[in-house]
């Protein structure tokens, strides 16, 4: 009469060879083998996940928890056992598999994910954005502004072809030279005060090259525009517009900032945008 499984154990055999001879890794816990001597014996995590072992238990048996990673331990079982996701960063769990777990974007980026990650696990400009990422550093990572294009800028506004038929004063406003790429490179020196939530005042010393007080996007172009700028602003009484007439006499082929957007972070990200442009000759 054959042995049962466990009297076979007990008869002396060793767990390496019970293994040998097909017994299950289940069958020799029933046994009383503990997980150590299982993966002694050359039994697998994989196995040892399948027989029900928890994740505490194949971590107190000596598995890393990349080992636990590979045999199939989730990431939340993971984080239930106290495991930061730092350490799950570092063991292999992708974001993906941090989001399922239900960590946030934010705190996945926070880990040490790259936006990078983030933009290939299908997340949006605007989730990147959201997630405390600035548009510059998402545009490093490989996000175009598409996303953001209608809000940002004023499309239909770059080609309206303003002409001296439209303002009596066309005729004198100045052809900037490249203003962006010098607005961008004033914003990063800290020669200007750039703030996109004013148009700035409406009297500022039109021979100066620079104002000393807080502007946007249009009241610095008014400003680069010399007394020709401030002048048609006391005339038309309305940044945007003769903004938006500085630039369309500059390069109405350029993409138009909305000059009524407020928020300076993305303004000053499309203005180094703008600058890109104008380094390229577009």
């Not at 303003?162 to 607005?183: A, C, G, M, Q, R």
């Amino acid at each position: 009469m054959a042995m049962s499984n466990e009297s076979q154990l007990a008869a002396g055999y060793t767990l390496s060879q019970a293994r040998a001879a097909g017994y299950t890794l289940s069958q020799a816990l029933a046994a009383g083998y503990t997980l150590s001597q299982a993966r002694a014996a050359g039994y697998t995590l994989s196995q040892a996940r399948a027989a029900g072992y928890t994740l505490s238990q194949a971590l107190a048996a000596g598995y890393t928890l990349s080992q636990a990673r590979a045999a199939g331990y989730t990431l939340s079982q993971a984080r239930a056992e106290g495991y930061t996701l730092s350490q799950a960063l570092a063991a292999g769990y992708t974001l993906s598999q941090a989001l399922a777990a239900g960590y946030t974007l934010s705190q996945a980026l926070a880990a040490g994910y790259t936006l990078s990650q983030a933009r290939a696990a299908g997340y949006t400009l605007s989730q990147a954005r959201a997630a405390g990422y600035t548009l510059s550093q998402a545009r490093a990572e490989g996000y175009t502004l598409s996303q953001h294009w209608q809000r940002i800028y004023t499309v239909s506004g770059t080609g309206r072809g303003y002409t001296d038929s439209d303002f009596e004063e066309w005729n004198s406003i100045p052809v900037l030279v490249k203003p962006y790429t010098k607005l961008y490179a004033d914003i990063k020196n800290k020669l200007i005060s750039y703030d996109q939530s004013t148009f700035g005042p409406r009297v500022c010393p039109a021979d100066e090259e620079y104002c000393g007080t807080p502007m946007c996007a249009a009241g610095h172009l008014v400003h680069m525009a010399g007394k020709v700028g401030y002048d048609l602003l006391e005339k038309y009484g309305d940044f945007k517009l003769v903004a938006t007439m500085i630039h369309a006499k500059y390069n109405p082929q350029m993409p138009m900032q909305n000059f009524g957007l407020t928020d300076t972070e993305n303004a000053i990200a499309l203005i180094e945008y703008q600058a890109e442009l104008e380094g390229k000759g577009e």
